[in-house]
């Protein structure tokens, strides 16, 4: 087995907290769909799927690596958004909980001297860079667009896809 016990079970932590990210999205793409917000809708759709890419990441280093998978129950997600940006604090409050976890995952590779771990980490650390970055900046997008959130909309629009 190339994965530590350790290891293996910090990283099915980290699929459920992957997870837990995409119900989240999805739960905020619902509440943007409702507010007929199509464009925020469909980014935050899309967000929910790469957060399910990125479990099924853990899954396959685990796998790949001799662990056993054991995908943790999921809490519920919040279900009362009242503004767009509260929903965007949310997502920013969740992708800075996620870098602080794969932190401690690289922490924990580093000090186990496992370098495959390092280096299928390093890929997440970087992507946790991308992720904060894109809601901070929707953030301070919606609070200067204040309650024109039609401003929102035709700014998502044009970013498109920022991972792309």
Known sequence: MLISDKMNQAMNDQIGSE???SNQYLQLASYFAHEDLPALASFFFRQSDEEREHAMKFIHYILDTGGKVNVPALEATPKDVESAKQAVEMALDWEKTVTEQINGLQAQANEEGDYAAQEFLGWFSSEQIEEVSTMSQ??????????????????????????S
């Open 138 to 163: 929707l953030l301070h997008t919606i609070e200067r667009a204040g309650d024109n959130l039609l401003l929102v909309e035709s700014f998502v629009s044009r970013i498109g896809d920022p991972h």
């Open 19 to 21: 997870l837990g990210a």
